[in-house]
T-cell receptor, first 114, second 119 residues
Framework: DSGVTQTPKHLITATGQRVTLRCSPR?????VYWYQQSLDQGLQFLIQ???????AKGNILERFSAQQFPDLHSELNLSSLELGDSALYFC?????????????FGPGTRLLVL | AQKVTQAQTEISVVEKEDVTLDCVYE???????LFWYKQPPSGELVFLIR??????QNEISGRYSWNFQKSTSSFNFTITASQVVDSAVYFC????????????????FGKGTKLSVKP
C-alpha cells in the first residue's frame, strides 16, 4: 500500500459526460501528479500540483482540468468525454515535487467511456 | 528531446531463469534520475528503484539488480532466479532536473516490458 488513495476505482460513463476523479496524497506529501495510461499512448504525464499551485503541465487536453485543495487532495475533472478518454488514470504524490524524489502511485481509477 | 525506450515488448521465461529487461534513455540534461516501476496484473504501480545520474554504482536488492551505464545511456534491470510472482509489466522512467529552472519532477515512461514467468 503506497499510502496514496484514489476514488472511485472504476467509472463507467457515456460520451459527452463529465466525471471527477479524486486523489489523496500520502501524509506529508505536498505534490500531486496525474498520469493517464492507455493502450496506445502508454503512461503519460498530465499535470502536477505543489501545495495548491499548478507546477507543470504535460499532455493534458483542454477538456481536462485539475486542482489541488488546501487539504492537499486533488481532483481531476474530465469533461465532454470521448471514447478515446477510456484509460487508467493514476495519481502519484511526492514530498516536494522535485525530480529526484520518488513518486508513489495510487491504485488508479479505471474509466470506461461508452 | 527526452525519451525512454524499452525495446522488449514481451518476454516469457520459465521459473528460475534469469532475465534482463533493457532500458535506454535520451536526455540533454546532465542531472537526471532514473526509476523502475512494476505493474502487476492487479494494476497498481509499485516503485522499485531510483538512481541519479551521478551514481553509476550497480545495485542489488535480493534477486533484483540494476546496471546503470552512462556511456550507453542504459539502465538495465535483471531478475535472478525468476519466480511466477515476478510476472508483471515493468516500466523504466526518467525525470530531469532544472529543465525549466524549477523543480518539476514529472516522469517520462517507457512503453513497458511485459514479463511472464511460467512455472
Amino acid at each position: 500500500d503506497s499510502g496514496v488513495t484514489q476514488t472511485p476505482k472504476h467509472l463507467i460513463t457515456a460520451t459527452g459526460q463529465r466525471v471527477t476523479l479524486r486523489c489523496s496524497p500520502r501524509s506529508g506529501d505536498l505534490s500531486v501528479y496525474w498520469y493517464q495510461q492507455s493502450l496506445d499512448q502508454g503512461l503519460q504525464f498530465l499535470i502536477q500540483y505543489y501545495n495548491g499551485e499548478e507546477r507543470a503541465k504535460g499532455n493534458i487536453l483542454e477538456r481536462f482540468s485539475a486542482q489541488q485543495f488546501p487539504d492537499l487532495h486533488s481532483e481531476l475533472n474530465l469533461s465532454s468525454l470521448e471514447l478515446g478518454d477510456s484509460a487508467l488514470y493514476f495519481c502519484a504524490s511526492s514530498v516536494g515535487g522535485s525530480p529526484q524524489e520518488t513518486q508513489y502511485f495510487g491504485p488508479g481509477t479505471r474509466l470506461l467511456v461508452l | 528531446a527526452q525519451k525512454v525506450t524499452q525495446a522488449q515488448t514481451e518476454i516469457s521465461v520459465v521459473e528460475k531463469e534469469d532475465v534482463t529487461l533493457d532500458c535506454v534513455y535520451e536526455t540533454r540534461d546532465t542531472t537526471y534520475y532514473l526509476f523502475w516501476y512494476k505493474q502487476p496484473p492487479s494494476g497498481e504501480l509499485v516503485f522499485l528503484i531510483r538512481r541519479n545520474s551521478f551514481d553509476e554504482q550497480n545495485e542489488i536488492s535480493g534477486r533484483y539488480s540494476w546496471n546503470f551505464q552512462k556511456s550507453t545511456s542504459s539502465f538495465n534491470f535483471t531478475i535472478t532466479a525468476s519466480q511466477v510472482v515476478d510476472s508483471a509489466v515493468y516500466f523504466c522512467a526518467l525525470s530531469e532536473a532544472g529543465r525549466y529552472g524549477g523543480s518539476q519532477g514529472n516522469l517520462i515512461f517507457g512503453k513497458g516490458t511485459k514479463l511472464s514467468v511460467k512455472p
